[in-house]
């Protein structure tokens, strides 16, 4: 009959096998797992999907225009590479693997005004996030075609009514405990 002594080889080598007691994320959890973006009329919001919460920093250079976001201490997940956008606000996303972690690369087709934000995951967003949404800068006809149909609607003197039909895309609007989703009822 074999006995269990706590100094014995066995016992070493089950501690080894267990691993860390710590609660550091395993290497592969910290990963860029995902990059997304979508065009808004107001904005283009492009979304880094983590595999943790990670720590980051964003600069901005010139020459040419780009937002440059830092992910110390992780890595870019298999099939995460460069992403063509071309929506007149961004003109494409880069990556580049560092020793020092992971970089995105925002090019922008002009310099623009930018926020970045963390979000934690959730019911509908599993993972943790990181989100830069990038402005739209209206050329001066852009702008001259906007200002004129509001005065145009403006001095009419019609009355306009607006009819929100619901919630849309990614936005799940008002949910009740009782009858569930918004805008599955609308």
């Known amino acids: 009959m074999f006995r269990f ?3 014995s080889i066995l016992a070493a080598a089950l501690v ?3 691993g860390p007691l710590c609660a550091e994320p395993a290497p592969s959890s910290k990963q860029v797992k995902r990059i997304r973006f979508w065009t808004a009329p107001e904005k283009t919001r492009v979304v880094l999907d983590m595999g943790v919460e990670a ?5 901005e250079r010139s020459d040419p225009e780009r937002i440059v976001i830092d992910v110390p201490g992780f890595r ?6 460069a992403v063509e956008v071309g929506d007149g606000v961004v003109s494409r996303i880069r990556v580049n ?6 970089q995105v690369v925002i090019d922008l087709s002009a310099a623009a005004k930018y926020r970045h934000f963390a979000l934690q995951p959730n019911k509908i ?10 402005d739209r800068v209206l050329s001066t006809a852009e702008r001259r075609t906007r200002d004129d149909r509001a005065r ?3 001095e009419s003197g019609d009355i306009i009514v607006i009819i929100d ?10 949910v009740s405990r009782y009858i569930g989703a918004e805008k599955k009822f609308t």
Do not use: E
């Open 76 to 81: 870019l997940a298999s099939g995460v590479g």
């Open 152 to 154: 145009r609607v403006a």
């Open 165 to 174: 039909p619901g919630h849309g895309g990614s936005k799940p609007g008002a």
């Open 125 to 134: 967003h599993p993972r943790h996030r990181v989100v830069i949404d990038v």
């Open 5 to 7: 002594r706590p100094g």
């Open 97 to 102: 693997a560092l020793s020092s972690g992971a």
């Open 55 to 59: 720590p980051y920093r964003v600069s």
């Open 16 to 18: 080894l096998a267990a």
